[in-house]
């Protein structure tokens, strides 16, 4: 069945059929033409009428909102007003303007792009070389899956049976490392190879609240969604619902959304959740199929044997989810590979972690080895997306350009992998 999923892959075959047919087909041959009827007559109402995967359509719709609502241009501008006079500012300022978009995303192909439009001609405008300005976009776009909320982060904690509140506050922390880390990653490079970057003009104090004043929105939308959850005023799904709202709200009031724009806020929403939920659906008869050879139970049997520290396991997977990374896209990894791997990991003692602990921290380590996945080659998804929008740099290029940020990507893996307090600091201060 993996093998008939990687040959329809590589003819080009959407991601969602390519695990579909080949599960159908194995389950056809193990249990018989009845049985698939039987499976597949109820499967899909099954999957599409689960009332948390509402929260992912809900999610997308904010971010199309504050697309179309200009509220990532406004950005942007802020964060370019207070570093965009230091050398590699602007870069800074796309990553720092990814960051604060993905707090209202949720996800990496939407932030890449969105931020991409906005921020590549303005740093090519002040003479960014076309590797550093697309590197850095692709790399902050992998910032909408890490900084909550995030799709992928929601389908982990749904196929785990994870609080979906607790995984985002478990990926704060890491997100905002990702962020920082990035700037620092930027400002070393400029260091190194000054000719990729030039300062810009500094702007007045005046001019600089002026840009900052302009972000409030964004700001008044992440404290009610997220103040909300965690206070416990409502669930991470009506949370979700709520910022769509108020998002839609901001964009009427600025005289920013008009009807075209949420014309395409709502089918480009629509677009993203049939494509998910495809996913969903493939995945789902594959993952039957394997459950019928007993394949995940068989696996865990097998890791819990092995004569080696339960730390490489999962470093053996991390690396797994980097090599699938080439092939496929985060939720197709996800959706495919978490119900074989995680009872395998769960039945490991990592670092003497309680059941919940270790699921919520292997959970942020996943998520982050599939941003790496995005930006690295010989695919990296967000690299596809920044120059698909960004033509006069070749990619050879853009793949130069994000060595320096998969290294800190690297040493970030290690230090949450080693020390998993960072992690599940915010998760225990909260909860």
Same mark, same amino acid.
């Given at each position: ?6 040959? %329809?892959?590589?003819?080009?075959? @959407? ?43 809900? *999610?997308?719709?904010? &971010? ?9 241009? /406004? ?40 931020? +991409? ?28 899956? %890490? ?67 302009? #972000? ?6 992440? %404290? ?34 008009? &009807?075209?724009?949420m014309q395409r806020a709502l089918v480009s929403s629509a677009e993203a959740t049939a494509m998910v ?6 995945? /789902? ?7 019928? $050879?007993?394949? @995940? ?14 730390? $490489? ?8 989810? #980097? ?5 496929? /896209? ?6 495919? $590979?978490?119900?074989?791997?995680? @009872? ?28 790496? &996945?995005?930006?690295?080659? =010989? ?18 290029? +853009?793949?130069?350009? #994000?060595? =320096?940020?998969?290294?800190? /990507?690297?040493?970030? #893996? ?16 909260? *909860?």
């Open positions: 069945m993996f093998g008939g999923m990687l040959v %329809l892959m590589g003819l080009r075959i @959407p991601i969602a059929a390519a695990m579909f047919i080949p599960g159908a087909v194995g389950y056809l041959t193990l249990s018989g033409d009845a049985a698939l009827l039987n499976l597949l007559k109820g499967s899909a109402v099954a999957r599409l009428t689960q009332y948390e995967l509402s929260v992912i359509p809900l *999610f997308l719709l904010m &971010g199309q909102f504050a697309t179309q609502g200009g509220l990532s241009r /406004d950005l942007f501008r802020a964060a370019a007003a207070f570093v965009g006079h230091i050398r590699g500012g602007l870069a800074m300022a796309a990553v720092l303007s990814a960051g604060a978009f993905g707090a209202i995303c949720g996800s990496s192909v939407a932030t890449s792009a969105t931020i +991409t439009q906005v921020a590549y001609p303005e740093m090519r405008a002040h003479g960014y070389h076309g590797r550093l300005a697309t590197a850095t976009l692709a790399a902050g776009g992998t910032l909408g899956i %890490l900084i909550p909320p995030s799709v992928p982060l929601v389908v982990y904690a749904i196929l785990t049976e994870q609080n979906i509140a607790k995984l985002f506050a478990a990926a704060m922390i890491p997100g905002l490392l990702a962020m920082f880390g990035y700037l620092a990653v930027i400002y070393l490079y400029v260091r190194a190879r000054p000719e990729l970057a030039t300062p810009s003009e500094p702007q007045s104090w005046a001019a600089r609240w002026r840009a900052l004043g302009n #972000v409030w929105p964004i700001a008044t939308i992440f %404290l009610v969604v997220f103040g909300g959850i965690y206070g416990g005023v409502f669930s991470p799904t009506e949370g979700a619902a709520i910022g769509a709202l108020l998002t839609f709200a901001m964009g009427l009031a600025r005289r920013e959304l008009d &009807g075209a724009g939920f495809m996913i969903f659906l493939g995945a /789902d008869m594959m993952n039957a199929s394997l459950a019928l $050879t007993e394949m @995940p139970a068989k696996i865990a049997a097998w890791v819990t044997q092995l004569q080696v520290p339960p730390i $490489t396991v999962v470093v053996a997977v991390l690396l797994l989810y #980097v090599v699938l990374g080439c092939v496929m /896209d985060e939720l197709s990894m996800l959706l495919l $590979t978490i119900p074989v791997i995680f @009872p395998a990991v769960m039945a490991l003692d990592l670092w003497g972690l309680a059941p919940e602990g270790k699921a919520i921290w292997f959970g942020v380590l996943v998520l982050m080895t599939v941003g790496i &996945g995005l930006i690295a080659p =010989p695919v990296g998804l967000n690299v596809y997306v920044v120059n698909n929008l960004a033509r006069d740099t070749p990619m050879s290029e +853009t793949y130069k350009g #994000v060595f =320096p940020f998969l290294a800190w /990507d690297a040493i970030r #893996v290690v230090l949450l992998l080693v020390f998993p307090s960072i992690t599940l600091l915010l998760v225990r201060v909260l *909860f």
